[in-house]
């Protein structure tokens, strides 16, 4: 077993808790990352330990100052409320039971000023790591370290023998992919992770393919 040095002290960070500060954060991050910066209104419904100790251990401040673009060890965290004043974005907190998912666990629901609506649900599993586990409703599983693909199609045979070969053909390496489907022949996802970027180029060549409905680039965390 590989231990990292990170893994040994944790991230850099406002503390007091890298599960419910610094991954907090990282969600709200990928929320922003998802939605894009044009945000009216954000609501997050929190889940397990989140619900019981976000005030306390300040979730509330980091999970907003993530979605406003802040990294996990800027000082501004601690006035997370006041700065989304300032940009006359909108926010509040809930209470949830989602269920049986981890007990770090929010649901962000953000409003974009066109009056669109963005949806994301993740997690905080230690040490400031997260997983994202849906989009949109979408069901996913991904990280946020490394690039990542989100592939909406129809589920049909050659669509990710197609998707592979694109990559490939780019000199993109794929570090993990995923598959998930409700049912057999319907809307599927595919979750990509890779170590290069990813640039429109290819985006583009994927999008020639008739059952691709839907691409999401999403940029790695910092």
């Known amino acids: 077993m590989t231990v990292s040095l990170f893994d040994v002290i944790g991230p850099i960070m406002v503390g007091p808790s890298s599960s419910h500060t610094a991954g907090a954060i990282r969600l709200g991050n990928m929320a922003r990352k998802v939605s894009g910066e044009a945000i009216q209104a954000v609501k997050f419904y929190l889940h397990g330990s989140f619900a019981r100790t976000y005030r306390g251990h300040g979730t509330d401040r ?99 023998a197609y998707t592979t070969s694109v990559f490939s053909h780019h000199h993109i390496n794929i570090a993990f992919l995923r598959v ?8 599927a996802s595919m979750i990509i992770e890779t170590d290069e970027m990813v640039d429109h180029e290819v985006i583009a060549t994927l999008q020639e393919y008739p059952d691709i409905k839907q691409i999401l680039l999403i940029e790695p965390l910092p």
Not at 180 to 187: A, K, T, V
């Open 62 to 160: 980091a999970l907003l100052g993530g979605v406003l673009g802040l990294a996990p060890a800027d000082e501004r965290i601690r006035e997370a409320f006041q700065l989304a004043r300032q940009q006359n974005i909108e926010y509040d907190f809930f209470t949830i039971d989602l269920g049986n998912v981890h007990p770090n666990t929010a649901h962000i629901m953000i409003t974009r000023k066109d009056g669109s609506t963005c949806e994301i649900s993740g997690s905080s599993i230690g040490g400031g790591k997260v997983v994202i586990t849906s989009i949109n409703k979408l069901p996913v599983e991904f990280s946020g370290n490394y690039t990542t693909t989100i592939v909406i199609h129809q589920d049909k045979p050659g669509v990710i």
């Open 180 to 187: 998930f489907r409700q049912l057999r022949g319907q809307e």
